[in-house]
């Protein structure tokens, strides 16, 4: 499940994190039916912000 949180929305299966709700959604759904991350999907997680 996608929380909203202090740093931005959370994918509630790996827990990054991400500005816009749409790909917290999008991560939240493929770690969920691939149990793995998605690099194209990670990119834009705050976490990975240069």
């Known amino acids: 499940m996608v ?3 202090e ?3 959370r994918c509630g299966e790996c827990g990054f994190h991400y500005s816009e709700k749409e790909w917290a959604e999008k991560c ?3 770690c969920k ?3 793995s991350c998605n ?3 990670t990119q ?3 976490e990975t912000d240069p």
């Open 3 to 5: 929380t909203r949180e």
């Open 7 to 9: 740093r931005g929305w």
């Open 28 to 30: 939240n759904a493929w």
């Open 33 to 35: 039916g691939h149990k």
């Open 39 to 41: 690099l194209d999907i």
């Open 44 to 46: 834009h997680s705050i």
